[in-house]
């Protein structure tokens, strides 16, 4: 029965850094020159990697989109150690979409702690260019039914997880226009009170997706529940349109030098 005994999540990408905000201030740079930034972003940009320490070979998310980027083609979803799961997304019409999960391994080797798929395939079904529901299946069988709810306004406020007939768990959503203020996400409460001006890197994502990694590393793989980034977050740079551009998620006390922190790059859609 699937995520009835979840172990500690591993952290939740950049969402749930807990600490202090603002955008570090770098003077001249004119990534962080805040006087550019309007209300509404100067473009629509979509996420294409999130990599750790800048570096290629360390993947938290390498996203491949259509030309307009209204499709998903594949995603890399890793931990930064190498190894990456990849997901090789099938459309069919505009109803239904059917993802293919794999397990990559780094150098001919699996490395902890991503070793175990919940399903190797997801049929996702839409309505109205929403998740309806995703069916997951492993070696061909029927594991798990997944069932999403929304509001008036068309805003996520449930995914349900089913077991054949009977609901094992859910996560839940509260909004505050477009930003979830209070949210149960994977066996995980989250509460935001203040949201900056910039622009999540998932705000353009479609769907709200868990990964399907087992255990430590089961977490939401996509996360379009945030048109601002929450003021919880620890250090942030921002490009000249208000997208974050990086994100230090550790410092050396001593030196106070950056130790670790998350790069991100996008893409602009053709017309």
Known sequence: MKKILYLSIFFISILMISCKPDPIDNGDDDTNNTDT?????????????????????????SIDWNEDCSQIINVKHGTGNGDYVNYDFTYYRNDSIVVTLSIVPYDGFYSYPIWCLYYDKMTIYLKDNKIDKIY??????????????YNEEGKLIERMYWNDVQRVAKDTFEWDGD????????????????????IHPHYTLPFYLSNEVAFEVQKPLFTPLWKNIPKDYERIEVDNDGYLSRHIIS?????????????????IPSK
């Open 136 to 149: 997951g299946y492993g070696e061909g069988r029927l594991l798990d039914i997944e069932e999403y709810v």
């Open 251 to 267: 410092i050396d006390e001593e030196t106070d030098s950056v130790k670790g922190y998350y790069s991100y790059y996008y893409t």
């Open 37 to 61: 930034i309007q209300e509404e972003p100067l473009v629509r940009k979509y996420l294409t990697k999130q990599l750790l320490n800048d570096d290629p070979e360390k993947i938290i998310l």
């Open 179 to 198: 930003n979830v203020v209070k949210a149960y996400m994977i066996n995980g409460t989250y509460e935001y009170k203040e949201f900056t001006k910039y």
